[in-house]
């Protein structure tokens, strides 16, 4: 079992840049499969980026070309820098972890989640 501690979450305007990162305890973050999800008010939690174990990365389509997914190993850290921010990525946004080596744009084959943490977008 992992833990997950998120860090990042502010209340920024539209247009900036934030970088959330996900600090993990317990077991190395290097070797499995990771993802940030989010959950918007009123929303089911959705898949937001996913980073295989060999560090290939994929994007939902509503965040391509402006989130960043990467880890670093010797921190045990992974992060979500995020440019270009619309008032519809305000959201609870989670990392998540799982024993697997390949990513997955499902919540639920995910086995340990951190807390979250809040990004507003104001416009």
């Known amino acids: 079992q992992v833990q997950l501690v998120e860090s990042g979450g502010r209340l920024v305007q539209a247009g900036s840049s934030l970088r959330l990162s996900c600090a993990a305890s317990g077991r190395a973050v290097s070797g499995y499969a990771l993802g940030w999800f989010r959950q918007r008010p009123g929303k089911e939690r959705e898949f937001v980026s996913g980073l295989d174990w060999n560090s290939r990365t994929y994007y939902a389509d509503s965040v391509k070309g402006r989130f960043t997914i990467s880890r670093d190993n010797a921190k045990n850290t992974v992060y979500l820098q995020m440019n270009s921010l619309k008032s519809e990525d305000t959201a609870v946004y989670y990392c998540?972890?799982?024993?697997?080596?390949?990513?997955?744009?499902?919540?639920?084959?995910?086995?340990?989640w951190g807390q979250g943490t809040q990004v507003t977008v104001s416009s």
């Open positions: 998540a972890s799982q024993v697997r080596e390949y990513y997955s744009s499902d919540p639920k084959n995910y086995e340990d």
